[in-house]
Each structure stands twice: as C-alpha cells, then as structure tokens.
C-alpha cells in the first residue's frame, strides 16, 4: 500500500522559513519521480518543485528561487525547504508522486503575523 505522510507544516511570520518533509512507503522510492504542490484557497493545486530519481530539480512559478526540493533516497523520504514566506504562500501542501499519480493528506501552511 502506499503512503505518502507530510509533515511540518504550522504557522509562520511573514519571512519566515518553513521545512516539510514527506515519508514515502509502499513503492521502490529510488525509482520514482518525488513533487510537492500546493493549493491556495478557492484555487487549483500548482507545482512548487519535483525532483527526479536521480536528482534533477524542476521549479514551479509557485515559489521560485524560494524553495529547494532533495530527497534521501535511503531514507525514503522527499524534502522541502522554503524560505521568506509571504501570507500568499498560506495553502495546504500535498506531497506527490507523479509516475503512478500518489498523493499524500497535505500539510497546512499558514504564514500570517
């Protein structure tokens, strides 16, 4: 079975950064393409990063040049780092998979003084 399980998300002051962490199970991580997307209130989910299996970046428009996506292939797990967070980033954070279409529950990010 898989299971995709973000975590860290929370509240945050306005620049603030924020890590997530997403622990993957149930498929052969090492072999598959990693993603994190967000959806702002009332919008569509939208990329924010993926990363390929054997390392390769692609950056979204969502938080470009804010952001850097890794994964630790031993760990099974997919990271992302996000810095000077703005009350626009305020949205639910979903981990994916993209080659078999997984998505985790999403993690709430909240950036507001």
């Known amino acids: 079975q898989v299971r995709l399980v973000e975590s860290g998300g929370g509240l945050v002051q306005p620049g603030g950064s924020l890590t997530l962490s997403c622990a993957a199970s149930g498929f052969t991580f090492v072999k598959y393409h990693m993603g994190w997307y967000r959806q702002l209130p009332g919008k569509e989910r939208e990329l924010v990063a993926k990363i390929t299996p054997w390392g390769d970046r692609i950056y979204g428009d969502a938080l470009k040049g804010r952001c850097t996506i890794s994964r630790n292939n031993a760990a099974n797990t997919v990271t992302l780092q996000m810095a000077n967070l703005q009350p626009e980033d305020t949205a639910v954070y979903y981990c994916?998979?993209?080659?078999?279409?997984?998505w985790g529950l999403g993690t709430q990010v909240t950036v507001a003084s």
């Open positions: 994916n998979q993209p080659d078999d279409d997984y």
